[in-house]
């Protein structure tokens, strides 16, 4: 998937602008995708991540890993202009599953399985094995053709599936499931007995409410921090995402030969960072305080984009992954020791989800932002302004993250006390 992150750009401006080296409308569909995209996923990844913690993890992770499939395969086809837009359609509704659940319940069966002291470590090697396949993916897009990349894409997304549908061992953490989400016996007794109706309630009790996520956040002022920093770490995170490309194409003409070599530089420093240092810094200072640094180092990376003079600028710009790559594996382990066992997907979904409604604001500040300023509208001349606006949103993320203070982990009894209470 991440192989046809540099090439997206060439293929939307291609149908909607081309021959232009400029295209505010693909722009503004970017931003527009993203704000639906995070809109659902708002709404969604809360209840994947709590059903997770009922169901288990590769029940729910079959879904989004089947649904990546289809856009792929669309581009894989053809890339003209009706071909985008039915891409671009799919994409969007896929997305309110797909966007950000893999890694979301993967760090949740990550800390089923690893002890809370060993759990900083583990989301880090996780999300360094992340930035290798982000590294891998770019190289090979290097030397691949656009159509090849999707071809290659969707069969890799195909045989990932399958892997984990044949290989991955489940992770159930909840004692009272006997029965699997989607086993023969469970229908049967659904449609079958006379108590259907109360089994179906039962379901549905698994669903997060509101009330059940402010909860959560109201159990530990670490917690409500951690998801504040997360808010702002998205904002941002999206902002540039949806924005840099565009950004870069229209100051330095940059093509996807150099987006994947920018991309790689990115990869390679992030896998260093993640795999190696995090596992070493992480028990030695704690995971706030390298929070704080990768935090910091975010801001400067987005600030030189900003004012980059020359083409060479965001090369130096990408390097600075080594360190802030650390923020959301250090993010995600606070707030994995806030919470009880049974509760890992829950407290993973609500963090992603409160990431879900950055995904919203951002594209629909940051994108008309980034338009606007790229245009010969422009109020002044400053082609970066978007991207220092959102380094600005990463900096508030950084300066929330100072008051962080690391609170103990919830007690185990405590965390299914808090299950159990009846509605």
Not at 1 to 8: D, K, L, R
Not at 23 to 38: D, E, N, S, V, Y
Not at 223 to 237: D, K, P, W
Not at 397 to 414: H, N
Request: glycine fraction near 6%; include cysteine; proline fraction near 5%.
């Amino acid at each position: 998937m991440f192989m046809v992150i540099p090439v997206i750009p060439d293929v939307t401006m291609s149908a909607l602008c081309p021959g232009k080296p400029q295209c505010a409308l693909a722009i503004h569909l970017t931003g527009f995708q993203q704000a639906i995209t995070g809109l659902g996923s708002l709404v969604v990844m809360p209840l994947m991540g709590n059903l997770s913690d009922k169901y288990g993890r590769k029940a729910l992770l079959t879904v989004p890993m089947t649904l990546t499939i289809i856009p792929l395969a669309i581009l894989a086809c053809s890339r003209t202009k009706s071909f985008f837009y039915a891409y671009y359609a799919l994409k969007t509704l896929t997305a309110i599953f797909c966007e950000g659940s893999v890694h979301c319940l993967a760090l949740a069966y990550v800390a089923d399985n690893v002890p809370e002291g060993r759990r900083a470590s583990a989301f880090g090697i996780l999300s360094g094995i992340g930035s290798c396949a982000f590294v891998c993916g770019n190289l090979s897009t290097r030397f691949l053709s656009t159509s090849s990349t999707f071809q290659v894409s969707a069969s890799m997304a195909i045989a990932s599936t399958v892997y984990m549908t044949v290989f991955l061992p489940d992770s159930i953490i909840d004692e009272n499931l006997s029965i699997p989400i989607m086993s023969t016996a469970k229908v049967e007794s659904i449609t079958g007995s006379d108590d259907g109706s109360a089994k179906k309630q039962q379901v549905f009790k698994t669903l997060p409410s509101i009330e059940d996520i402010i909860a959560l956040l109201k159990s530990s002022l670490t917690f409500t921090q951690a998801a504040i920093v997360s808010f702002f770490i998205n904002l941002a995170e999206v902002g540039l995402h949806a924005s840099l490309l565009y950004y870069l194409k229209a100051r330095f003409h940059f093509n996807k030969d150099q987006f994947a070599d920018l991309m790689v530089i990115s990869g390679i420093a992030g896998t260093i960072s993640q795999m190696l240092i995090m596992p070493m810094l992480a028990p030695a200072i704690g995971e706030d305080k390298l929070l704080s640094i990768g935090l910091f180092f975010a801001s400067v990376h987005m600030l030189l984009y900003s004012i980059a003079w020359s083409f060479w600028v965001p090369y130096v710009a990408a390097m600075l992954s080594v360190f802030f790559v650390l923020s959301q594996p250090c993010i995600r382990s606070i707030v994995s020791r806030q919470v009880g066992s049974y509760e890992q997907g829950k407290a993973q979904g609500v963090i992603t989800g409160i990431g879900s409604l950055a995904n919203v604001i951002s594209p629909l500040v940051f994108s008309p932002l980034t338009a606007l300023f790229l245009s010969e509208r422009a109020p002044f001349s400053f082609p970066g302004f978007s991207i220092m606006c959102i380094a600005f949103a990463s900096m508030i993320a950084f300066v929330q993250s100072l008051i962080i203070r690391l609170a103990p982990q919830i007690s185990e009894q405590r965390a299914g006390n808090r299950n159990c209470v009846e509605p």
